[in-house]
């Protein structure tokens, strides 16, 4: 029963502390806002818009990026230089995955640039 007591003060003590705290005070400037949660057409996301031009950004346009066929096409051959290198095996396998480890990265590196 005790338990049951303490429960239902703490509950009736969070309810008003949420109470006076949503409530502002006249200090804070005079009058509630009144917040309704109802759809306005103000607020409307959704349907047909007119059309507004964006603004032209001002300075220098973006660089040029140059076509990354080959760098593709490296990380390719590395990757398959990787797999071909652990089939084989032994020192000349991992001599073919050194390598293709290595083109494979400069590749990627490449592309990234």
């Not at 409307?44 to 059309?51: C, K, L, N, P, S």
């Not at 990380?75 to 050194?98: F, K, R």
């Amino acid at each position: 029963m005790r338990l049951v007591r303490f429960a239902l003060a703490a509950a009736l003590a969070a309810a008003l502390a949420a109470s006076t705290l949503a409530t502002p005070t006249l200090a804070q400037g005079g009058h509630a806002p009144s917040v309704s949660g109802a759809p306005v057409v103000s607020h409307a996301a959704v349907g047909v818009h007119r059309a507004v031009n964006a603004p032209v950004p001002a300075g220098a346009p973006a660089p040029f990026r140059q076509d990354t066929r080959q760098n593709r096409a490296m990380m390719y051959v590395g990757g398959a230089a990787l797999l071909t290198g652990a089939i084989i095996g032994g020192s000349a396998g991992a001599l073919i995955s050194v390598g293709g480890a290595v083109v494979g990265l400069w590749g990627l590196y490449q592309f990234f640039q």
